[in-house]
């Protein structure tokens, strides 16, 4: 479904002294220096993955989609999705593909309702009223946009204006979805919500998603796999459980002792935490096992669980050691 070979995509940015000098010489002879936001990065899709897409602020992620997109061209390399190069804009091609962003989800004239902005969806992607009118009322049931149908665009809330946006995207059958930021600036009720609705999405019609997120719960409760993108250079690709077992390779076991006193807690692993009586221990992978056996006999715990590490701790760690 997706395609990427060897794509790379560099700007050309002006450059100038600072101060009155600096100023005039750039009136008379400007200089530029390419600024490479993506370099040399390849991968592939394929139909019904939902793959998340992750990356700081300026690693090339937004720049990525929108060369699957057909926004920008690639200035080297090859870049095609469902056997389309994106940057030929045919219209075959955008009536298969939707590219949605949490920063701004709709496009519609602020002043129409979330309904009659489904129907300009109709009228201009050429939908027959019966298919429309079923496709949506399925999407209208899992998003839940029904009770506010007739509010003005301007009205709505930022979550409500999201699940409107995407709405408006997918009732034409997209199928590949570009999703940058789907869930920013969302309160939690909103993103669980948005977060289910992808799930089902992808379970019904076996689209093809590309997620990026800031958010990690985005990434590890919607995608098996994974892409890590930093300074315009892919880190990783693949499933997430093999770059926490890589990075990783620990669990924490929290638990609470009936009675602190007396218990030499640094006999079962590293004490990473101590808070109201409640310890957090780094223990080794293959340990684990054997070392809950043990607190459990030689304990009295009134609570016990394993965890893996924080996401994030594994995402920092990816940055540091540069694995690709």
Known sequence: MIHVK??????????????LKGALSSFIRREKKEVP???????????GEMVGFIGSNGAGKSTTLKMLSGILHP??????????????RQKEYLKKIALIRG??????????????ALNMQRIIYDLNFRPFTRDLNKIVDWLGIEPYYKKPLRTL????????????????????????????GLDTNAQHRIRHFLKEYNRETNATIL???HYMEDVTQLCKRMMVIDKGKLLFDGEIEKLVERLTPYKLIVFTPEQSAGINVERYGAVMDLQNGRYTLRVPNQQVPA??????????????TVENPP??????????SEVV
């Open 103 to 116: 920063s701004k989800p709709l496009f519609a004239p602020a002043d129409l309702t979330a309904l009659d």
């Open 37 to 47: 936001a993506v370099s040399d990065i390849s991968f592939e899709i394929g139909k």
């Open 6 to 19: 060897n794509a790379g995509k560099t700007y050309e940015v002006p450059v100038r002294e600072s101060g």
């Open 75 to 88: 200035s080297s390399g090859e870049v095609s999705v469902l056997d389309y190069i994106p940057h030929h």
């Open 157 to 184: 809330s930022l979550g409500e204006r999201m699940r409107c946006g995407l709405a408006c995207s997918l009732v034409y059958n997209p199928e590949v979805l570009f999703l940058d930021e789907p869930t920013i």
């Open 211 to 213: 997620l990026t997120s």
């Open 291 to 304: 070392v809950t056996a043990r607190l459990l006999s030689e304990v009295s715990i009134l609570d016990l």
């Open 311 to 320: 996401f994030e701790q594994t995402i920092e760690q990816l940055y540091k």
